[in-house]
């Protein structure tokens, strides 16, 4: 028996004959309301994310129907968002279930004018954004680095895993680079964020760099060792004053017997973060992949990847953590220390870094049904972080005033509190 889907459908059915809910019912569509950002501006990145909601007719909010609490439960197909941009061909629309008409939606941009069409049902919205790339020599970069043998491999529970890397990490960053850009915005700075170069295709430009140690020597360095090794290779033959990095281990693997990583490392400071690739197997690899990714219920198995879950133990959430904690490394690299806020980037809240995109937590171990978050709750920076970032020469959405702006760092590497199981 499916026992995720058991989770998801039967437990809720029994909920609601014993207890009874009360909740809004379905809504005839009216207008498709994006909330954040205003049709025809002007992005320096190029995923743009779309917040708002379905407005519709007045809904009686106590109105008793056991039918639709099922439904919203699972959340209601019938009122999913399809987001597509008809400049970028070929077509790949984005899908995202609505929770209560509210929904997060990601478009991937175009350098010029995008030209957006939202749909929902028989209700359309057509809106337009700008893309204009960053012109700043100052970047973040991603280094992926293997052991002398080149060896790319993730580790992974999937079957067929493509093992594609590359895809996997550009992801990532177009993520994590739209998260700082969104968390600046609603602090107050505008949309500062940091820049990486692409290729011709718009894909995040990754280096793949081999260490001169063997896989069994690496597997029993220290997370400081790995570090200052990482730190003296990149440093020595990929020079870049004008970088910052962040470097993914290639070598990292889980012992199930031992129940500890090995060749591992999380950690970030003067200029570079370094995490592991043991979560990469759940990351998603294009950007329509990411609510799949999100919302992926299937159990972690332990015996074969390391499983920083948070306690969740599904897909969905080891890849929101390690996603989340490869930004956090990237922060101590762009000079921001540890904060005590628990929905920080900086702080755990690392775990929380889906919710940057997503109106819902996915049903999990710590919660049988899904769980709608309030946005105090979703992932940010602290407003001192902000500050910071808003005159650092890695966060600018023009051209910046190098006689203002103003480089900070951390003087050591800082180490992630790892959330496991």
């Known amino acids: 028996m ?10 809720p059915l029994i909920a609601s004959l014993f207890m009874g809910t009360l909740f ?12 954040n950002i205003a049709s025809g501006s002007v992005l320096r990145y190029p995923v743009a994310l ?9 809904t009686n909010q106590t109105q008793l129907a056991t039918s639709s609490w099922i439904e919203q439960v699972n959340r209601d197909h019938r009122h999913a968002i399809t987001v597509s941009n008809l400049s970028r061909l070929p077509l790949c629309p984005y899908r995202a279930d609505m929770f ?34 960053m012109p700043s020599i100052r970047k973040v970069r991603f280094v992926y680095v293997t052991d002398k043998s080149g060896d ?51 894909k995040v430009t990754i280096s793949t760099l081999r260490l001169p140690c063997t896989a069994e020597q690496l597997k029993g360095y220290s997370q400081y060792q790995i570090w200052s090794l990482v730190q003296h290779e ?10 910052k990095t962040l470097v993914i281990t290639a070598f990292s693997r889980y012992d199930s017997k031992q129940s500890k990583p090995l060749g591992y490392a999380s950690l970030g400071g003067m200029d570079y973060g370094v995490v592991s690739n043991l979560g990469m197997c759940s990351w998603p690899s294009t950007i329509t992949q990411v609510p799949n990714a999100f919302t992926d219920t299937t ?31 990237l922060g101590h690299a762009l000079g921001l220390e540890h904060s005590a806020n628990p929905y920080c980037v900086m702080s755990t ?60 760092g951390v003087r050591r590497p800082l180490a992630l509190k790892v959330i496991v199981h």
């Open 50 to 58: 779309l917040r708002g909601e379905l407005r519709g007719e007045k």
């Open 152 to 202: 790319t491999r993730y580790p992974t529970q999937l079957v067929s895993d493509p093992q594609d890397y590359r895809n996997k990490i550009d992801t990532a960053a177009k993520l994590m680079q739209t998260f700082m850009a969104e968390r600046m915005n609603t602090l107050g700075y505008g949309r500062k964020t940091f820049s990486f170069d692409t290729d011709a295709n718009g």
């Open 234 to 243: 990149v440093r020595k033959r990929l020079p870049n004053d004008n970088a």
């Open 2 to 11: 499916n026992t995720q889907k058991l989770k998801v459908t039967v437990l």
């Open 100 to 133: 209560r008409s509210q929904f997060k939606a990601l478009t991937e941009l175009v350098p010029g004018e995008n030209h957006i069409r939202l749909e929902c049902g028989d209700v359309t919205k057509e809106f337009t954004l700008i893309y204009r790339p």
């Open 299 to 329: 159990s972690v198995d332990a015996t074969r990847i390391y499983n920083q879950s948070a306690y969740r133990n599904t897909l969905w959430s080891l890849a929101s953590t390690t996603i989340g904690a490869a930004l956090h490394e």
């Open 349 to 408: 809240g690392y775990q929380y870094f889906h919710r940057a995109f997503m109106v819902d937590d996915a049903p999990c171990d710590l919660s049988l049904f899904p769980l709608r978050f309030e946005e105090a709750a979703a992932i940010t920076l602290d407003g001192s972080m902000a500050r910071q970032l808003a005159n650092s020469l890695w966060l600018q959405n023009s051209t910046p005033n190098y006689r203002m702006a103003k480089s900070i």
């Open 24 to 35: 809004a019912l379905p809504v005839k569509a009216q207008e498709i309301n994006i909330e």
